[in-house]
């Protein structure tokens, strides 16, 4: 079965780095887009950033635009999301999804959650002010 395993979250002050990673098993990774998505308790989950299959084309939320930025490597099946000059409105729980087939094109990069198909079990970071 598929599966999505982050790590790399914790608490960091605000000003700093983190970088999460997600690896992905049991689907042809390279020909999905990937995308990461962020929830606070008791809020819906929110579009952060995604990127095409072959890593061409990304896309971010503007809150987080020329602080963040997604990669991968398909040769190891991960996806990375860097994330520097945190902010305490960026503590969440940060989640990867696989894009669907359908949304997985070559230039389209999805931003709804609907459009992703499979979903990591997240993990949290804080940033403290």
């Known amino acids: 079965q598929v599966q999505l395993v982050e790590s790399g979250g914790g608490l960091v002050q605000a000003g700093g780095s983190l970088r999460l990673s997600c690896v992905a098993s049991?689907?042809?990774?390279?020909?999905?887009?990937m995308g990461w998505f962020r929830q606070n308790s008791g809020k819906g989950r929110d579009f952060v950033a995604a990127i095409t299959y072959s890593g061409g084309v990304t896309n971010y939320a503007d809150s987080v635009k020329g602080r963040f930025t997604i990669s991968r490597d398909n040769a190891k099946n991960t996806v990375y999301l860097q994330m520097n000059s945190l902010k305490p409105e960026d503590t969440a729980v940060y989640y990867c999804?696989?894009?669907?087939?359908?949304?997985?094109?070559?230039?389209?990069?999805?931003?709804?959650?609907?459009?992703?198909?499979?979903w990591g079990q997240g993990t949290q970071v804080t940033v403290s002010s």
């Open positions: 999804a696989t894009g669907g087939p359908y949304y997985s094109g070559s230039y389209y990069v999805p931003e709804k959650d609907y459009m992703y198909d499979n």
């Open positions: 049991g689907l042809a990774f390279n020909t999905r887009a």
